[in-house]
């Protein structure tokens, strides 16, 4: 591939000097690049990353930043079907597999194609007030609902299927793909999934009973939960978050419906480590 398209985040590429160095790189041997900055907007289609922008003959997107970075631009650009890969200026990535020190051993694999594209379930979350629908979005980690304001548990009613299957009072709840199992969920004491996996992981945030426990489902069912009345029958807040970043807005009696998208984040792999490999020289 001669093909490029970059997204830097420049908090983490200050002056953008290896950006630079990235483009006079590539540019030296020939390749079409364009490169813009990951600017956060507040409203429109598109978060940090105006898929517009992108040349539609584009073979690759290196985002530079960390897993956050990478998030975004899936987000942002995953209906133009381009794989991507992260170049990890930030500390721990999973997702942003290339670092510091292997920058240009790694972009003569792309220009040699050495490289496999694995692909990664994402997860598609509809928030519904009564039967009128209040925000949707996708997300390659996970959709996490929680509490809004002050310090306190909130009520969960919890199906699967239609089919009702707990209830509890938590700080939140973590739908989570096995791409996210190594983040949040992980964190609230889920489980670690290799991330070409399908499945649906669902996991409580510090939940206030000892029943309560992260459920592995088929990557086909079907998520909803409620959000109940506060402890005094009051209406409760609430709100969903997609990766971390789209925010909806939820209060007592509202729902939302997660279930896999349709669409899927293609990574690009350069290194042939298995999942426990890059697991052991994280997690150590």
């Not at 987000?75 to 500390?91: F, Q």
């Not at 721990?92 to 510091?100: I, P, Q």
């Not at 299957?165 to 989570?176: F, K, P, Q, T, V």
């Not at 990557?219 to 609430?238: A, N, Q, S």
């Amino acid at each position: 591939m001669n093909r490029f398209y970059i997204i830097t985040n420049s908090d983490k590429d200050k002056e953008l000097l290896i950006t630079g160095k990235i483009e006079k790189y590539l540019e030296e041997r020939g390749c079409v690049l364009s490169v813009c900055q990951a600017e956060h907007r507040m409203d429109g289609t598109y978060h940090y990353t105006d898929p517009d922008k992108v040349p539609k003959d584009t073979q690759c997107v290196i985002v530079l930043g960390g897993d956050g970075t990478l998030l975004q631009a899936a987000g942002d650009l995953v209906h133009l079907d381009i794989p991507l890969i992260g170049i990890n200026l930030g500390t721990m990535g999973f997702l942003a597999e290339v670092d510091r020190h292997s920058i240009y051993p790694s972009l003569d694999k792309l220009l040699c194609d050495q490289y496999e594209i694995e692909e990664r379930m994402m997860l598609s979350g509809t928030v519904y007030r009564g039967r009128e629908s209040i925000g949707q979005s996708i997300a390659l980690n996970d959709i996490v609902i929680t509490r809004d304001g002050n310090l306190r548990v909130i009520s969960f009613k919890n199906f699967v299927n239609n089919e009702y299957l707990n209830s509890y009072d938590a700080d939140g709840i973590i739908i989570s793909t096995p791409t996210g199992s190594t983040g949040y969920s992980l964190s609230a004491g889920g489980p670690v999934v290799a991330p070409n996996a399908a499945m649906i992981l669902m996991t409580p945030v510090a939940p206030h009973t000892m029943n309560a426990r992260s459920i592995v489902l088929s990557p086909d069912d079907v998520v909803t939960i409620e959000l109940g009345p506060g402890r005094h029958g009051t209406t409760e807040k609430g709100t969903a978050f997609f990766d971390g970043d789209t925010v909806v807005a939820m209060q007592t009696g509202d729902r939302i419906v997660i279930r896999r998208s349709e669409e899927k984040t293609r990574i690009l792999k350069l290194n042939h480590l298995s999942f426990l490999e890059v697991l052991r020289q994280k997690m150590d």
